[in-house]
């Protein structure tokens, strides 16, 4: 089964707010998280990520959050915009599986209102 | 260069029939993964073949797949049946060169089947 889960399945904001997206995960072997923004009608896109050893990690207007203690990943979204509506997953790649195998939660919708 | 392509966009199944869901990749990686995804269920692996000419199965009964060449890895629904309804999703990434490292995994965007 899913080892990896979101804890609500709609988020709603208004443009300009920020955004955070919370997931957990089971699984201790896991050495990287991953976040994955999809589209209506598209693939997953590749986001940001995370390995086990970090903490935090930011990118353009995106920061995750990893704590490893309470097996927690978060996706922090700053200053959303309409355009950042799509569903988010994340994911985790278990060690020695190299990247190819990844175990999917089952999505946030998030929506933004202008 | 075009990523990750899948064809059809759409298809539509008599339980019972077979059909090959087509998927090719033009950035000569050597992973490649089947997922699908279902409404309130995230992406479920399917296979995924770590180069041409391997498989490896996460989901038995129901599906198949051939790794022939590093383009193209095509899943074979054998005999398709009202579970299989889904979008199903195939991704590619480089082969892992570091240990320590990840690599991304680029997706198509997806078939949409349904199976009646």
């Known amino acids: 089964g899913e080892s990896v889960g979101l804890h609500l399945p709609t988020l709603s904001v208004q443009e300009g707010d920020n955004s955070i997206i919370n997931c957990a995960y089971s699984?201790?072997?896991?050495?990287?998280f991953i976040w994955y923004k999809q589209e209506s009608g598209k693939g997953p896109q590749f986001i940001i990520d995370?390995?086990?050893?970090?903490d935090k990690r930011q990118g353009q207007r995106v920061t995750v959050l990893l704590n490893k203690t309470v097996k927690h990943l978060s996706l922090q979204i700053a200053a959303t915009q309409p355009g950042d509506s799509a569903v988010y997953f994340c994911?985790?790649?278990?060690?020695?599986?190299?990247?190819?195998?990844?175990?999917f939660g089952k999505g946030t919708t998030l929506s933004v209102s202008s | 260069n075009a990523g990750v392509t899948q064809t059809p966009k759409f298809h539509i199944l008599k339980t019972g029939q077979s059909m090959t869901l087509q998927c090719a990749q033009d950035?000569?990686?050597?992973?490649m993964s089947w997922y699908r995804q279902d409404p309130g269920m995230g992406l479920r692996l399917i296979y995924y073949?770590?180069?041409?000419?391997?498989t490896d199965k996460e989901v038995p009964n129901g599906y198949n797949v051939s790794r022939l060449n590093t383009e193209d890895f095509p899943l074979r629904l054998v005999s398709a049946a009202p579970s299989q309804t889904s979008v199903y999703l195939c991704?590619?990434?480089?082969?892992?060169?570091?240990?320590?490292?990840?690599?991304?995994?680029?997706f198509g965007p997806g078939t949409r089947l349904t199976v009646l």
């Open positions: 991704a590619s990434s480089a082969p892992l060169v570091l240990v320590s490292s990840y690599n991304e995994q680029f």
């Open positions: 699984n201790s072997a896991s050495d990287y």
């Open positions: 995370i390995r086990s050893n970090m």
């Open positions: 994911a985790e790649n278990l060690a020695n599986q190299a990247g190819t195998a990844l175990i």
């Open positions: 950035m000569n990686h050597g992973y």
């Open positions: 073949s770590a180069a041409a000419g391997t």
